[in-house]
T-cell receptor, first 112, second 112 residues
Framework: RKEVEQDPGPFNVPEGATVAFNCTYSNSASQSFFWYRQDCRKEPKLLMSVYSSGNEDGRFTAQLNRASQYISLLIRDSKLSDSATYLCVVSSLGGATNKLIFGTGTLLAVQP | GAGVSQSPRYKVAKRGQDVALRCDPISGHVSLFWYQQALGQGPEFLTYFQNEAQLDKSGLPSDRFFAERPEGSVSTLKIQRTQQEDSAVYLC???FGTGELFFGEGSRLTVL
């Protein structure tokens, strides 16, 4: 079982739709959680950190449920420019390394 | 430059050849990571440096893979006797401490 699991999609949604992505992680000792965005043939870039209390950044809302080891990302009022792969990312504390473990990513395609 | 710079952007190698991939991190960033991203997958951790010290190499898939960062700045990932399964995008990322990872555009390796 992979340490971070996501539905790979693709999610095809019309402009203006609300879409939600889910992610589960297996290491209960994980400390930090993120969503990264990766455009086609580009490098991943940080979209937002995820906090236990939940956090919002404009049209994007991230939630963390530590008990269920579950992370979500909600995108409201989807734009064409939101089309990308969304990577769920969990920090893994091992020895001296605080490395980030990536899920396989969920592909979002927003249609006009 | 302001971002993480990787070279070459594209490399085609014949099976059995050695390759060297270079990463120039953001100036002052202590932490440097190498990830491998196969088509349709998320980035997979390879190795981590803190300054010149390689603190974690648990993700290197075989002893054909070797990474160094001798002066705590530029890093090189070397792959000896390349195999077809080594074909992937190799992403370098740097951060200041345990903060946000900034990725380079990657080196796309194709082994024929």
């Amino acid at each position: 079982r992979k340490e971070v699991e996501q539905d790979p999609g693709p999610f095809n949604v019309p402009e203006g739709a609300t879409v939600a992505f889910n992610c589960t992680y297996s290491n209960s000792a994980s400390q930090s959680f993120f969503w990264y965005r990766q455009d086609c043939r580009k490098e991943p870039k940080l979209l937002m950190s995820v906090y236990s209390s939940g956090n919002e950044d404009g049209r994007f809302t991230a939630q963390l449920n530590r008990a269920s080891q579950y992370i979500s990302l909600l995108i409201r009022d989807s734009k064409l420019s939101d089309s990308a792969t969304y990577l769920c990312v969990v920090s893994s504390l091992g020895g001296a390394t605080n490395k980030l473990i990536f899920g396989t990513g969920t592909l979002l395609a927003v249609q006009p | 430059g302001a971002g993480v710079s990787q070279s070459p952007r594209y490399k085609v190698a014949k099976r059995g050849q050695d390759v060297a991939l270079r990463c120039d991190p953001i100036s002052g960033h202590v932490s440097l990571f190498w990830y491998q991203q196969a088509l349709g997958q998320g980035p997979e951790f390879l190795t981590y440096f803190q300054n010149e010290a390689q603190l974690d190499k648990s993700g290197l898939p075989s002893d054909r893979f070797f990474a160094e960062r001798p002066e705590g700045s530029v890093s090189t990932l070397k792959i000896q006797r390349t195999q077809q399964e080594d074909s992937a995008v190799y992403l370098c990322a740097s951060s200041f401490g345990t903060g946000e990872l900034f990725f380079g555009e990657g080196s796309r390796l194709t082994v024929l």
